[in-house]
């Protein structure tokens, strides 16, 4: 099977929407798919309001038929809500192409955060272009039950996973920080909720890996954590190992792959008890859950690491490729799908 997938969210960017797409592509290849991708570059961009290292293309709606009609594909994916998901969206429509999308961020928290647009206008605004798909495909129980009563859907289940072979507990770099090491991920974003871990009163030294917005406030606002700046690849999964615990102040995401990344290094997580931690970490003895995010960090020291390693050891990125493969095939994508005219030079599908 030949798979399209539409995503603004692309390298040179680090998060969890990239790296579920690039762990994706690498599983479907061993089980037989072909993925493409059809992301912003190419197109003109300009900064992202609020956010100046991020970057919105522009795509034209010439380039975008020549690049769908370049991959030739068995089915189409929408992974974004971005202008390219959006163009290539209209395209489907334009040609009565069926298609999947992916509901992985919450926008309208994000927007509502950052702006004066009210959550209830972004949420008409998405179920509008989730509407249009033959499956919107979410990664938790909780999120289908939300985006259901919000009037979403179609919604179909496509489960995450972790690269167990690059996320590893041996070889942690060598921190010379008081101990124990209490360390977040991610983006260094008003949306990330990150002052409620950097806070709190703990023992030992907290750390922050990552680039955002926010740094250079945070910095100045609590000069006695560590902020180390982005970590990729086996630096990020050293200092994963090197941690004590795993803290996840986000009330906000829909999932959080950081989290299994984290436990593949064999570190328990601190989180409070919304989506996301709740469907990862639930009831398992791998992370401590709690609505005093300090009482969770402390309980989760105490934790087994290798109890944290063999539950990230179940939860593959083979499965959750099998299980998203499976949503396609099971549209029947050969005869919902007009494929498109194949031309020689699929290189150019990335732009």
């Known amino acids: 099977m030949r798979i399209l997938i539409a995503t603004d969210a692309w390298h040179p960017q680090v998060n969890g929407v990239v790296r579920t ?10 089980l037989g798919a072909e993925i493409d991708f059809l992301t912003p570059d190419g197109f003109p961009s300009m900064a992202v309001p609020t ?12 380039e975008i ?40 961020t919450r926008f309208p928290e994000y927007i509502a955060v950052r702006s004066i647009i009210p959550e209830w206008f972004s949420y008409a605004v998405l179920r509008h272009f989730h509407s249009a798909a033959a499956m919107t495909m979410v990664a938790t129980a909780s999120l289908k039950q939300e985006l259901a009563a919000r009037g979403f859907r179609k919604i179909g289940f496509w489960t995450r996973g972790v690269d167990t072979d690059l996320f ?14 209490f360390m977040t991920v991610g983006r260094v974003a008003i949306e990330k909720n990150l002052e409620a871990f950097l806070a709190l009163s703990l023992p030992g030294t907290k750390v922050v890996i990552g680039e955002g917005p926010q740094r250079a406030l945070l910095e100045r606002r609590y000069p006695k954590v560590r902020f180390l700046g982005e970590k990729k690849g086996r630096e990020l999964s050293a200092h ?83 299980q998203f493969i499976g949503n396609l095939s099971a549209l029947q994508p050969s005869r919902s799908l ?14």
């Not at 929408?78 to 509901?103: D, M, N, Q």
């Not at 995401?253 to 990862?280: K, Y």
């Not at 309980?299 to 087994?304: C, E, K, T, V």
């Open 65 to 104: 038929a020549r690049r769908v009609e370049a991959a030739a594909p068995d089915a189409i994916h929408i992974a974004t809500e971005g202008p390219v998901g959006w163009a290539v969206r209209a395209y489907c429509l334009r040609h009565k192409l069926a298609f999947t999308t992916s509901y992985t």
């Open 168 to 181: 590893r507990p041996d070889e942690p770099v060598e921190l010379d920080l008081p101990r124990p090491i």
């Open 51 to 62: 956010y100046p290292s991020l970057r919105m293309a522009w795509p034209n709606r010439r």
């Open 21 to 30: 797409l690039t762990s994706l592509a690498n599983s479907a290849a061993e």
């Open 338 to 351: 007009r494929p498109a005219r194949r031309v020689a030079n699929r290189s150019a599908v990335q732009g």
């Open 240 to 322: 994963f190992a090197a941690a004590d615990v795993f803290v996840f102040p986000s009330l906000t995401d829909t999932f959080g792959v950081v989290q299994l990344e984290a436990l593949a290094c064999g570190t328990p997580v601190a989180a409070f008890p919304v989506m996301g931690p709740l469907d990862v970490i639930a009831d398992h003895p791998v992370g401590a859950l709690d609505t005093d995010l300090r009482s969770a960090c402390i309980r989760a020291l105490g934790m087994s690491r290798e109890t944290c390693r063999n539950f990230a050891l179940e939860r593959s990125w083979e499965n959750s490729a099998r």
